[in-house]
Every structure is written in structure tokens, then in C-alpha cells.
């Protein structure tokens, strides 16, 4: 886990398209706060996109990942942690990712939850209070999207997860009381969706239809979704 701060932080903290309006109510989580940290999972291989790194597509003329990164922070996290797997070394060289937390997941290839657990673990000592979880594949999910589910933060035993059209979908606010259950429990490509249906009556749904999309980015067809 190392922090990027080896470039210039103008970039990354700029509008972004999708992102150009900040919510006046930041949630800063440096140690101690017990706050909220945006935690992007950035590690897939986009196996059905011919091996091409889901970080790496290009949005707008950039990697996808500066783009979910900016979204984050548009929307209230002021700091980042990113989990990077697939070419992380290339994802390092072209993304612009200064001020972010970059999380190496080498076990990528088991799934997503794998990035969810080594994201999770990388929050220890910062003294967060909640990590909200979003998707690098999911450019239809804006700053309000995340804004939204950020102002369901209570304390360290909260859950929130946008909805859309009353079904469950990212991003997902954890608590930090569930960091542990949510590590044990995350497996495959399941992430913490099982422990999520076992507490379906303690997890708060805000419903984001009306300002995102929720949609991934997962074959060629979906490709018609960037710009």
C-alpha cells in the first residue's frame, strides 16, 4: 500500500465532467476522524473485454480510473484508497492518481472480493468510521450517487447502499463495526453481497435512480457507454 503524492495534485483534484460540483459537507478522514474514505475497486482484467484492464479504458480521454477517483471526490471523500490488480504497474505509469491510497490486490484473479478484502484491510489505523465502495466499471454513477449514500453515515455501524429502482446496487457504505464480518465473509466475485441479504433489515437504501445509472462496463457491447 503506498500513497501517490509523486505528482502534481492540480489534475486529479480538478472538475471532472460528470464531477463538477463539490458538496460543501466533506468528509475528511484523515486518522482519528472516524469519518468516511471512498474506496475504489479498480482490479480487474476485463476478461470479456479481451484482457483489457477496466482501469485503463478510455473516458473522456483519460483512464477510467481517474474518472471513478474524481467522481469520489467530487462527491464528498476526501481521501481515496484504490485497488489496483491487472497491469497495476501500468495503471501506476498512466493514471493520475496523486493523493490516492494505491492498495496492490495480487490475488486479483479470484474476484472482486479479493479487492474488497485488501481494500478493507488498507483502512486499518486510518481511524475512518465507514469506507464507501464503489466500482471503476460503473461511469454512470456520479457525484450525487455518492453524495447521497455518504449523507446515510451515522457511526461505525451503519450500512447504506444507493438504490435504483428499489433494488440494491453501489455504491455501498460500511461501517467500520463490519469491516471484519464483510473481510471473512467476501469471496469469489460475490463480494459482500452475502452479508448484505443476511442484514437486509439494518441496511438503509437511498434511492440514486433519478441521478445515475447503474450500469457496467463488462463486454465490447458496453464499450458504447464511454466517451
Not at 2 to 18: A, L, M, Q, V
Not at 136 to 163: C, F, H, K, T
Not at 170 to 188: Q, R, Y
Request: aromatic share 4%; hydrophobic share 40%; charged share 25%.
Amino acid at each position: 500500500m503506498t500513497e501517490n503524492n509523486g505528482r502534481d495534485r492540480s489534475r486529479d483534484s480538478g472538475p471532472d465532467k460528470d464531477a463538477d460540483a463539490e458538496p460543501d459537507d466533506r468528509h475528511d478522514t484523515e486518522p482519528g476522524t472516524g469519518t468516511v474514505v471512498g474506496l475504489l475497486l479498480a482490479a480487474g482484467g476485463g476478461r470479456r473485454l479481451g484482457g483489457r484492464p477496466k482501469a485503463l479504458l478510455s473516458h473522456r480521454g483519460r483512464p477510467l480510473v481517474e474518472h471513478a477517483v474524481a467522481v469520489l471526490r467530487a462527491g464528498g471523500c476526501t481521501r481515496v484508497h484504490v485497488v489496483l490488480g491487472a497491469d497495476a504497474a501500468a495503471v501506476r505509469a498512466r493514471a493520475e492518481l496523486s493523493g490516492c491510497v494505491l492498495v496492490d490486490n495480487p490475488e486479483w484473479e479470484e474476484g472482486m472480493g479479493s479487492s474488497l478484502r485488501a481494500g478493507l484491510t488498507s483502512l486499518a489505523g486510518t481511524g475512518a468510521g465507514a469506507a464507501l465502495v464503489s466500482l471503476v466499471d460503473q461511469p454512470g454513477i456520479g457525484p450525487e450517487a455518492v453524495a447521497r449514500v455518504l449523507a446515510a453515515y451515522r457511526s461505525g455501524a451503519s450500512l447504506a447502499a444507493a438504490a435504483y429502482d428499489g433494488e440494491r446496487g453501489h455504491p455501498v457504505l460500511f461501517g467500520a463495526d463490519h469491516w471484519a464480518g464483510i473481510t471473512e465473509a467476501a469471496v469469489g466475485d460475490r463480494g459482500a453481497r452475502g452479508y448484505l441479504k443476511a442484514r437486509e433489515d439494518e441496511v438503509v437504501l437511498v434511492e440514486c435512480g433519478d441521478v445515475a445509472r447503474a450500469y457496467d462496463i463488462d463486454t465490447e457491447a458496453d464499450l458504447g457507454h464511454l466517451e
